[in-house]
């Protein structure tokens, strides 16, 4: 397991102790060797906004990383890390439930972070951690726009959010849409979402694009129940065979 998708798993499975110890050395923190750019799935920041009055331009920031993290694969937002990856220390005392109070001005409830003070300091200073888990079958939106600063929002209500590389990218209420739509349409040539040699699972979409009645058909054939398609591939044969998980 390459280092993205071993950060992608720790991500999905809420394992802040795998996180911390592969991204982290020393004490005060420092980013491990292969953590010292930001990527798709994580992030640096050097400090959490504080909370109270005039900070909601701030927390908008937040929401706009955590939605861009959220629809792609998941990710890391590290709070306390410079952008010379330096150790600066978070101060605002935060956990899950105020992380999130902050966040519902802007995103959906279904979308759930966990934030995590890890490396506490003698000054209570903090490595923040916000573990942001991947989407479902769609992307999700902001609920509320961005306030205007310089008479400007960041987002609007219907907006998106996509991580693209280091970097997050806001979309427009249309340009989600057309989003959307794009990954409601198969990749072309992305028949298998599993494709490992003599094992192959089709893709969700192109199952769907093949029609539920000839995929139930093709299983009626086989004498099986009508599931998750697998095409089991034969290293001395070129033919396959259709059977579904028990």
Do not use: C
């Not at 903090?126 to 479902?136: D, E, K, Q, S, V």
């Not at 998106?160 to 340009?175: F, K, Y």
Request: proline residues 7%.
């Amino acid at each position: 397991m390459d280092r993205d998708e071993a950060i992608a798993r720790a991500v999905r499975q809420r394992d802040v102790a795998t996180i911390r110890q592969m991204m982290f050395e020393s004490n005060p923190p420092r980013p491990r060797s292969g953590f010292r750019t930001e990527t798709e799935l994580w992030d640096y920041k050097s400090n959490t906004p504080s909370l109270g009055k005039g900070t909601e331009a701030k927390w908008a920031s937040v929401a706009a990383d955590v939605l861009a993290f959220h629809n792609n694969r998941g990710g890391v937002l590290v709070f306390g890390i410079r952008d010379d990856l330096v150790f600066a220390g978070a101060r605002t005392r935060l956990d899950s439930k105020k992380f999130n109070d902050q966040l519902r001005r802007f995103l959906p409830d279904t979308l759930w972070v966990e934030f995590h003070r890890e490396f506490i300091q003698k000054d209570q200073q903090y490595l923040g951690l916000a573990l942001i888990p991947p989407r479902g079958a769609r992307i999700e939106r902001f609920r509320r726009p961005a306030p205007e600063t310089g008479g400007k929002r960041v987002f609007e209500a219907g907006g998106s959010a996509i991580r693209e590389g280091d970097s997050t990218r806001i979309l427009s209420s249309s340009e989600a849409d057309a989003f959307t739509r794009d990954l409601a349409v198969p990749t072309i040539g992305r028949v298998y979402a599993i494709d490992k040699p003599f094992y192959r699972v089709l893709a969700p979409e192109y199952e769907q694009l093949l029609g539920s009645a000839v995929s139930a058909r093709l299983h009626s054939q086989l004498g099986r129940p009508y599931g998750p398609s697998i095409v089991k591939t034969s290293p001395s044969s070129p033919q396959r065979q259709l059977r579904t998980e028990s």
